[in-house]
C-alpha cells in the first residue's frame, strides 16, 4: 500500500512550510548576530536560542582546552624568559 500526500488546494498554502523554517532560520541568524534572545517552546518549556547557541560554542572551547579555566592553563604553560 502507497501512502498518498495529502492534496493541497491553493499552490500558495504548499509554500507555508517552507516559508516559516527561512523565518525561523532568519530570525535565530539575526538574534545571534545582535545578541538578541530568541525564544521559542519547546516540550513545553521556554527556550532562548541564542544562550543555548552560546553554551554549546563555549563547551566546545573547554574541550579544546582539555576542560581547564584560563587561570590553571596559564600555570601549566612556561614563561617566556
Known amino acids: 500500500m502507497t501512502k498518498r500526500r495529502p492534496s493541497v488546494i491553493d499552490s500558495d ?3 507555508v512550510g517552507a516559508a516559516l523554517e527561512r523565518a525561523a ?4 541568524l539575526q538574534g545571534l548576530q ?4 530568541v525564544w521559542v517552546i519547546r516540550d513545553g518549556v521556554m527556550v532562548d536560542l541564542v544562550a543555548e547557541s552560546k553554551k554549546k560554542k563555549r563547551s ?3 574541550i579544546i582546552k582539555g576542560g581547564m579555566s584560563r587561570e590553571r592553563l596559564a600555570k601549566r604553560t612556561p614563561k617566556r624568559s
Not at 532560520?25 to 535565530?28: D, E, L
Not at 545582535?34 to 534572545?37: F, G, I, V
Request: hydrophobic share 35%; proline share 7%; charged share 20%.
Open 13 to 15: 498554502f504548499a509554500k
Open 25 to 28: 532560520a532568519n530570525a535565530k
Open 34 to 37: 545582535t545578541n538578541t534572545p
Open 60 to 62: 566546545r572551547v573547554n
